[in-house]
């Protein structure tokens, strides 16, 4: 029997940390990636990205994310 999972929320993480280098999405220290937060919809994660983003721009190598949640919280049918 199949559970369906019905929200009116998007999920959304905002995380980011210093790369390995520019061509890639390797972390340089993965213990100390900065988790920002989890926010119930994409415009107030972009506004949290965009935040973190700015505060860190003197940075080249950090970078900061925001990942839709949303879509891997999908139920798989059983």
Avoid at 15 to 38: H, P, S, T, Y
Avoid at 43 to 70: E, G
Wanted: net charge negative.
């Amino acid at each position: 029997m199949a559970t369906t999972i019905e929200s009116d929320q998007r999920l959304h993480l905002v995380f980011g940390g210093e790369l390995e280098n520019l061509d890639g999405v390797r972390f340089r220290d993965v213990k100390g990636l900065d988790i920002v937060g989890i926010y119930p919809d994409y415009a107030s994660a972009q506004a949290a990205w965009r935040a973190k983003a700015q505060a860190t721009v003197d940075s080249a190598q950090t970078r900061y994310f925001v990942v839709h949640l949303h879509r891997l919280l999908e139920p798989v049918p059983a």
